[in-house]
Structures are given as C-alpha cells and as structure tokens.
C-alpha cells in the first residue's frame, strides 16, 4: 500500500499539534499504521513530548525546518516504519514557515523517489492573530511577521478555522467572509480539535485524491527571514524537585501566568509560548497562544509529585536575551512558591536565520 502523507499548517499557535493528535487517533481507530513528524529549530521540543506521552510514535527533525533539510525529512520519516514506511505520515512543520509547497511537497512528489500519496495540504488559521491581521488591524507583531502569516494560508489547498469552540459566532463568520474575500476558491472548514466538532470535513477532505501543492507563489526571501526573525525562540528543560507533594497542574499554570504578565508589561507580543509538565504517573501541557487570550491549562493531569521534567517552549516579539532573562526569572519565582528546587538542564534562546531550501520547485512536473 502507497503510504499517504499529510503535511498540517498554520501559524505558530494555530493548534496544528491538537489537530495532528485527533488525526492520528482517527486514522488509527480505522486500523492504520501511523507516524508522526514534529519540526523545529532546536532541540526540547513540548509538541514532540506532547504526543510521545500520549501513545504515538513520533520522529524529529530539530536543528532546521523541513524546507532547509529536506534530507533530515525523508531520512526521519523512513525510521518511523520496521522496515516499511508508515501508511498515515502525519507532518507538523515549524509554525513560522512557508513556501512550503515548492519546498516540501513537490520535492516529495518529484525528487524523493518513493511513491507517496500526497493529501492536500491543509493551512490551520490562528484566530486570536488571523481575525486582526485579515481586518488589517496589525497583530502585535510587524507587518514582516503578518506576511507570513499571509502567505501561509495563500499556497493552502483548503483553510481551517480552528477552535470554533471558543470562538463567538460573529467572529467564525466574519473569519469565513475575510477568507472568502481575500483568498477566494479555497475550500473552508470550520472545525474544533480539541473537542471534535467540524472534525468529519477534516478527514473527509484529506481523504481526497488527485493532484495538490498546486498554487506557485512569489516569495520575498529577505521579508521573510527579517519576519521570523523578529520573533525571539527559547527552548528549555528545568528539573524541578521539592520536599513535599506539589501539584503538577498548579505549578504550570502559576509558571505561565508570571511569564504571560512578564510579557504583557513588556509589551512583547507573544507568537505561542507552551509548557508541559512530565512526572513518573502522569504529564500536563499548558500554553499562551497571544497576550490577548491569556493562558490556559489545556490538558491538565491532577497529578501531585515531588519530581517533574518541564519543558518550555516560547515564540515571542522580543529580544532571545531578554526573553532567556525573562524565563529564568519566572522559573525561580514559580519554584519559590511552591517550595521546590530547580536545575536548569538545558537553555537555547535565539533568533531564526535565513531560510535556506534544500530544494524548491515552482513548476509542476
């Protein structure tokens, strides 16, 4: 059987790892063999920890995106399988990149060398930045970081409007006709992937087949590396130890609310900022998608231990130094509150460079 991969994208935030999760789970409950490709510029990633902790098997591509290692890609994806590749290769790329029809899909189709089913390639739009952006109000970041986000949705083959759930009617609507006004032929669908709700057009339209990674774009280079550069990345992994019992859920969420009002009072836009949580019984995800919708708990595991692996992963509009200080700085003040200890075990803040494809195609074959 011709394996089939799926490549989700969307701005960083968007909910492409919730989304990647509830595919995985659907393809299978239908009996299918599945693997999963996480991506990002550096090691400790949350998302893959995130979906090893929930039962799945996933590979890595760190160090660079899928466009700059295109070779990293196919090498990941063909160590999933035991000696064949997966049926279901489910693809989240790094959330601040594009071009990625002529720099992943069609090198896959016509440079790769192994047959792949590829399914149309699907964009998640990030609402809490999206509505501002499409309404021409600015993001909170500049309009370099907003052309990504722009240029994103323009190579999708169908856009996704994400956690309908938590939005109001009005704004769902209001989203569709901004789609429909600026990006018009594209197929749309509304759906929630933390709760299910729309969830069946997802599949459905992944489950076609034909030809995708049509749409050829014309891409400013230098806009786009001075856009993700303008974002300050940290990844980090803190051992925290206490004497006593702490709760796993509340040391997380008192963790991302200091840094959120840390953000806040800087004025420092935060792109995704997300935190999970790993104890020997159990595991728990926190996360800040923009300044203006705040923190939340967004799989909690009621667990009390003495020991816990934090993971902190931070996409923010500010200077990586400042950002290093800033979570350092929260750390220990979370660490005080609860009466625990912590060792920083690794920190890497820094900038984005350039993007540098391995291969891009603009003409079909």
Known sequence: MTPTYIMIGGFLGAGKTTTVARLARHYMALGKNVGIVTN?????????????????????????????????LTSTVE?????????????????????????VIRPLAQVYGKPLNIAPYGVILKPSHGLRILRGEGSGFSPKAAY???????????VVINRIDELPAADVAELQTLLERDY??????????????????????LDQKGQFGRRV??????LYAEG??????????????????????????????RLHARLV?????????????????????????????????????????????????????????LLDSQV?????????????????????SFRPGRPVPTHRILEKV
């Not at 999933?80 to 990149?97: H, K, M, R, Y």
């Not at 774009?217 to 230098?222: G, P, R, S, T």
């Not at 923190?295 to 993971?311: C, G, M, Y």
Request: aromatic share 6%; hydrophobic share 40%; with cysteine.
């Open 40 to 72: 990002d510029q550096t090691t400790d990633l949350v998302d893959t920890r995130n979906l090893r902790s929930q039962g799945f098997e996933v590979g890595e591509v760190a160090g660079s995106c899928f466009c700059c290692n295109f070779n990293a």
């Open 79 to 103: 160590h999933l399988g035991t000696g064949q590749l997966p049926e279901i290769i489910l693809a989240e790329p790094v959330g601040s990149c594009t071009d990625l029809v002529a720099t």
């Open 148 to 158: 990504i986000f722009r240029k994103q949705i323009e190579e999708a083959d169908f």
């Open 184 to 205: 018009p032929g594209r197929p749309i669908i509304r759906c929630s992937a933390r709760t299910g709700e729309g969830f069946h057009a997802l599949t459905e339209m």
């Open 217 to 222: 774009m014309d891409v400013d280079y230098d």
């Open 228 to 257: 993700e550069a303008e974002l300050g990345w940290l990844n980090s992994q803190v051992a925290v130890h206490a004497p006593n019992p702490f709760a796993l859920d509340e040391l997380l969420l008192d963790l991302i609310q």
């Open 265 to 321: 009072a800087a004025s420092a836009e935060a792109a995704h900022l997300k935190v999970i949580g790993l104890c020997d019984s159990s595991y728990a995800v926190a996360n800040l998608v923009s300044n203006e919708t705040g923190p939340e708990l967004s799989l909690p595991s009621q667990a009390k231990t003495k020991e816990a692996n934090v993971v902190i992963n931070a996409r923010v509009g500010t200077d990586p130094a």
């Open 328 to 348: 350092r700085d929260q750390i220990a003040k979370t660490c005080s509150a609860f009466a625990a200890r912590f060792d920083i075990v690794s920190m890497q």
